[in-house]
């Protein structure tokens, strides 16, 4: 059984599409939750008549006092009855096998807990920025996604290992929910995804999870509750910070901390050349200052 779960906010347009593309797959989930954030209620009953349609069991969720995604997630999680459990974007479109996909990983691998498919439509990126990426981006901030993005007909059809799973393509058995919970108190978005599949890899071991480049869909990255250059960075900048005093005594972090801070930084400056304005780098001086401060055993900065 194979619960489908979708965190949504004010994107009607962009939820039918991916619920179109989820009631178009070879393989329909048993389960589709939705939990919808939104202003209005105004994709509920159009959500109802595109669903009944087919043999998909619907969960809609409609509460506007669930506190952002993370929160969302883990009350779609209370609800869900799958042994895999399956996170979506509201803002994709999948390819019509992705959850055939999803399902033959975990059927041809018993030990396997987690795993993320590929976004295959990822905007081109300058030739060195993969290499810069991982140049900067080392230990426990090592992302073996970049440079997978976007270039899925190069990968091969074997699952990857990863300690990092997208979070708006990720599927987990049941049985990570039982024993890693989703962290409310620390205000992650950016980081929720990497954080939790994080402390599953330590719980179980980096064995159990990887990247499934069998699974593929699109992201088109709505422009609806998308942060601009300055909150971007400091919400980037804060939560890479908090993600550090999570796993400090970790071998190596506090040096592979600095390199990610030259990297991050350097990047800001480029982007505010880029866009003229000093937007990014206030961000990174605002964010950095916001991790330092945050407390983790309180979920707040601290003076």
Not at 45 to 68: A, M, P, Q, W
Not at 146 to 170: A, C, D
Request: aromatic share 10%; charged share 20%; proline share 3%.
């Amino acid at each position: 059984m194979i619960t489908v779960i979708i965190p949504t906010k004010n994107r009607h347009e962009d939820l039918l599409v991916a619920v179109n593309s989820i009631i178009t797959q070879s393989l329909h989930p048993t389960q589709l939750i939705i939990v919808d954030q939104s202003e209005t209620p105004v994709s509920k009953s159009v959500i109802e008549d595109l669903v009944k349609k087919t043999r998909i069991n619907l969960t809609y969720i409609y509460d506007k006092s669930i506190t952002g995604l993370v929160h969302a997630k883990k009350v779609g999680v209370s609800f869900s009855t799958g042994e895999i459990v399956c996170f979506l974007e509201d803002d994709i479109e999948l390819d019509k096998s992705y959850l055939q996909e999803m399902k033959a990983a975990f059927e041809l691998n018993p030990t396997l807990l987690g795993c993320c498919g590929v976004v295959t439509n990822l905007g081109s990126m300058p030739n060195h920025y993969t290499y810069l990426f991982h140049l900067f981006h080392r230990g426990i901030f090592h992302d073996q996604r970049v440079g997978m993005h976007g270039f899925t007909e190069q990968l091969s059809t074997k699952l990857i290992p990863s300690r990092y799973l997208s979070g708006g393509t990720s599927a987990y058995r049941r049985k990570v929910f039982e024993n890693i919970s989703y962290d409310l108190k620390n205000d992650f978005f950016m980081l929720e995804d990497i954080d939790f599949s994080t402390r599953a890899a330590d719980y179980f071991g980096d064995a159990h999870f990887c990247i499934n480049p069998n699974a593929k869909l699109a992201h088109y990255m709505s422009p609806i509750n998308r942060a601009v250059f300055e909150q971007k960075y400091v919400r980037k900048l804060r939560e890479f910070l908090v993600f550090y005093k999570k796993h400090k005594n970790k071998p190596k972090s506090t040096f592979n901390l600095l390199l990610l801070l030259t990297g991050l930084l350097l990047e800001a400056i480029s982007m505010s050349l880029k866009v003229r304005g000093f937007s990014p780098l206030i961000g990174y001086m605002k964010g950095f200052l916001a991790g330092v401060r945050w407390d983790i055993s309180k979920g707040k900065q601290c003076k």
